[in-house]
């Protein structure tokens, strides 16, 4: 967001020697910035416009997050993990993109390592175009969720074990492996849900896959298991 890069542009450039360090309090805090607007009064306007419109931002992404939380829990969608899960993360992916794909893998170690949290897939498709029938790999994987659930597991294995971008014939393939050819079909409801998720992928600001949403927080790109675990851990800690 423009405003964003903004207010830390103007941050950056005129506290180069003051220490926010995590053992100030929020009234030092306070102090130090306060001091910094008396001397700097020039920036006062930019600083609180940006402000403002960061508070509207998170504000606006707040209830976003909430209506896809709900929106994802539909029964629609794919996922895995607890019932009643302690922790939900947002799997935002793409079944042609490598980096969800290497993502997936670390997924998976988090299902086994934590089974009090639950995977919530948010499907989208950037590197495909819908195939002269009217499918692709995410509205492939999303009527075997819905019409052969005992079948999805399999294809979904099968569709981000195949390195790089999907295409009719690797499609084809799996279905034909699995007995799942029935749904390489053009179904409108399914495309429609591949639309409204396309919509709540730029409601929340995301710019590609793959991306995990973990409570409010927003990872982009490939994580390790390491890394994925601190963050969770300190998730359920709070």
Avoid at 67 to 87: C, I, Q, T
Avoid at 146 to 161: A, C, G, T
Wanted: aromatic letters at 8%; hydrophobic letters at 35%.
């Amino acid at each position: 967001m423009t405003f964003t890069r903004t207010l830390l542009t103007l941050m950056m450039a005129i506290v180069p020697a003051v220490s926010f360090a995590s053992e100030k309090t929020a009234e030092q805090k306070l102090e130090e910035v306060t001091q910094i607007l008396k001397e700097n009064p020039q920036i006062l306007d930019s600083l609180h416009q940006n402000l403002q419109e960061y508070i509207a931002y998170q504000q606006s992404f707040g209830d976003t997050l909430k209506e896809v939380r709900h929106y994802l829990s539909d029964g629609k969608h794919s996922s895995f993990g607890a019932e009643n899960p302690e922790l939900t993360i947002i799997n935002v992916t793409d079944y042609s993109c490598p980096f969800c794909k290497r993502l997936e893998g670390e997924l998976v170690k988090v299902g086994k390592e934590y089974p009090q949290i639950k995977v919530l897939n948010l499907n989208v498709s950037f590197k495909e175009q819908y195939e002269k029938n009217g499918y692709n790999s995410a509205s492939y994987a999303l009527n075997v969720w819905q019409n052969q659930r005992d079948k999805y597991e399999q294809v979904h294995e099968l569709l981000v074990k195949k390195p790089g971008a999907h295409d009719a014939r690797s499609l084809k393939q799996i279905a034909k492996k699995t007995g799942t050819e029935a749904q390489l079909v053009d179904d409108k409801e399914t495309k429609a849900l591949l639309d409204k998720n396309y919509q709540y992928f730029t409601q929340l600001g995301l710019r590609g896959t793959p991306a995990l949403i973990i409570n409010d927080q927003v990872i982009p790109g490939y994580v390790p298991f390491d890394e994925l675990e601190k963050v969770i851990d300190q998730e359920l800690a709070n």
